[in-house]
């Protein structure tokens, strides 16, 4: 038998709700980013404490992107097809690899919780896929290997300028809520023309002068080409374009 209410449990007619169901999870990431959280994480610290120089190197000639890989000077074998997805999960140092980490968990939890652990994971390759395409494209002779999911990241960034930085009322919070913007509209924000631009020149900037604290140079090149795929290509793998139709 249930204990009743004191006057001190009751506000404004209404009882209270449990401090153990109204108590807000620390970590409260969908399992798919947790998941590449992880697996980022994991592979740096093989990296930077299991394996010998020359196994990192020779890791890094198989999982990394290299662009004169495809320049028809050599064979291409498995990690020709498997390194355009596996550098993502690589990077170059601490400073590289937290700073993606808070950014995939700030823009890929409300991205993952909208599309769905599948189709989620195919946004996530299919961006970083575009994101070496341009940097093949600007360097395709380049020598030295790309690592690092900030392409795919950028991808996440591109599709959360889609829903113009829209607040869920409901909660009180940023949201990818309802249909994502019609191009028009999109381009008619200022709020999202601003971002736009803030994005480019930063990229830019970091690109062409470097990063405090980031080892080697910045890819924007691969920036851009994951930002634009997620800016254009959200329709294709948002599992709520059947009941929101929206246009590009």
């Known amino acids: 038998m249930s204990e009743p209410l004191s006057p001190s449990d009751i506000e404004q007619g ?26 980022c994480v994991a592979v740096y610290l093989v990296q930077a404490y299991l394996l010998t120089d020359e196994q990192d190197l020779s890791l890094l000639i198989r ?30 140092g601490f400073a590289h690899l937290a700073i993606n980490m808070v950014w995939l968990a700030a823009f890929g939890s409300p991205l993952a919780n909208r599309f769905g652990a599948f189709r989620f994971s195919l946004f996530f390759a299919a961006t970083g896929l575009a994101a070496v395409v341009l940097f093949w494209a600007v ?13 795919a990241i950028s991808g996440m960034m ?31 924000s200022r709020g999202v023309v601003t971002f736009l631009a803030v994005w480019m020149v930063i990229n830019l900037v970091t690109g062409l002068i470097g990063a405090p604290g ?19 290509g959200l329709r294709f793998f948002d599992r709520r374009q059947q009941a929101d139709e929206f246009m590009v």
């Open 14 to 39: 209404e009882p209270r709700e449990p401090e153990e169901q109204r108590r807000e999870p620390v970590f409260n990431l969908p399992p798919v980013v947790l998941a590449v959280i992880g697996i």
């Open 63 to 92: 999982a990394a992107f290299i662009p004169i890989r495809y320049s028809g000077r050599f064979d291409l074998d498995f990690y020709a097809f498997s390194s355009p997805f596996t550098y993502a999960f690589l990077h170059g």
């Open 139 to 151: 360097h395709p002779l380049g020598q030295a290997p790309l690592v690092g999911a900030s392409g």
């Open 158 to 188: 591109g599709a959360a300028a889609r829903f113009g930085f829209r607040i869920d009322r409901s909660h009180g919070k940023a949201a990818f809520a309802g249909a994502p913007l019609p191009m028009a509209e999109v381009f008619r």
């Open 214 to 232: 980031v080892d080697g140079q910045i890819a924007w090149e691969a920036h851009i080409g994951g930002f634009v795929a997620g800016f254009f």
